[in-house]
C-alpha cells in the first residue's frame, strides 16, 4: 500500500463517465463515490495508484498533478 502522499490523484472526467462503476471497485482506498449507472467522483481518499484509471474501458479517468487548495489542502487541479 501506499503510505507516501501522492504526486497524482484521479480525475474522472464527467463527459466520458457513464457510471459502469469498474473504477470504483478497483480502487482499494474507497476513494471513488457513486452509484452504478451515475456519474462518479473522487474524494480525498485517492492514493494515486492508478488502478482505476487501469480499469476504465471509457478512458474516464485520468491522473493529475494535485494542487493546493484555498485551506491548504490538496486537489486533483
Given at each position: 500500500m501506499l503510505t507516501?502522499?501522492?504526486?497524482?490523484?484521479a480525475l474522472i472526467l464527467e463527459d466520458k463517465?457513464?457510471?459502469?462503476?469498474?473504477?470504483?471497485k478497483a480502487c482499494p482506498?474507497?476513494?471513488i463515490?457513486?452509484?452504478p449507472k451515475q456519474l462518479h467522483k473522487v474524494n480525498g481518499n485517492c492514493r494515486g495508484c492508478g488502478l482505476c484509471?487501469?480499469?476504465c474501458k471509457l478512458n474516464a479517468v485520468e491522473?493529475?498533478?494535485?494542487?493546493?487548495?484555498?485551506a491548504g489542502h490538496e486537489e486533483a487541479m
Open positions: 507516501t502522499k501522492p504526486d497524482k490523484v463517465c457513464k457510471g459502469c462503476h469498474l473504477c470504483a482506498f474507497d476513494a463515490d457513486g452509484e484509471q487501469e480499469k491522473m493529475v498533478p494535485k494542487k493546493p487548495d484555498a
